[in-house]
């Protein structure tokens, strides 16, 4: 018997260390948090994926009344992304969320403060996506500070991979 040990390199970083793509990427992700249909979670995110041909697709969750028929925004630029460009390669991905602060208060003030994580099924929807085309980076937005990583593999490990 063995212990394997599994390593996630993340890059820890605050909006002024990143490059002005990077920089335009986060601010497409926030804004896309306008777009998000979450009446019931109130829970706002929104996503930028740079794609290979230099186009940037956004995409925010779109939430149902019949809850899992709902999106999450990852898959929905994931998804929308795929099916404008097909066969164009996913480049970078940021996300960012989003709550309303209240009565009085700056809108900035709404974003998460801890960088924002995407959930299992996205992780999953996207490696997809990667091993189409190589690695997709990752920023994960928060008010507080930023993550960054390599790959959505790095978000996945013994990931479910071949059927
Ligand atoms: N959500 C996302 O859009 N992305 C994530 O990474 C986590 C969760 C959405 C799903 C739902 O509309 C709301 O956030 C609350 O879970």
Redesign the pocket.
């Known amino acids: 018997m063995k212990d394997i040990e599994l390593k996630t390199k993340i890059r820890e970083c605050t909006l002024t260390d990143l490059s002005e793509m990077d920089r335009h990427l986060v601010s497409r992700a926030k804004e896309a948090t306008t777009r998000a249909y979450?009446p019931f979670?109130k829970?706002q995110?929104g996503a930028a994926l740079l794609l290979d041909n230099g186009k940037i697709v956004e995409g925010s969750?779109q939430?149902n009344a019949a809850y899992p028929s709902?999106t999450?925004?990852?898959r929905t630029a994931a998804f929308y992304a795929s099916s404008a460009n097909p066969g164009v390669a996913f480049k970078k991905l940021a996300?960012a969320a989003w709550m309303d602060p209240g009565e009085g208060k700056d809108r900035e003030e709404g974003f998460q403060k801890a960088p924002?994580?995407?959930?299992g099924g996205?992780r999953q929807a996207l490696l997809e996506y990667e091993h189409l085309y190589g690695d997709v980076e990752v920023i994960l937005y928060g008010s507080d500070k930023i993550y960054i990583l390599d790959s959505i593999k790095a978000l996945l490990p013994l990931a479910f991979t071949d059927f």
């Open positions: 979450a979670s829970y995110v969750n939430e709902g999450c925004a990852e996300i924002v994580s995407p959930c996205c």
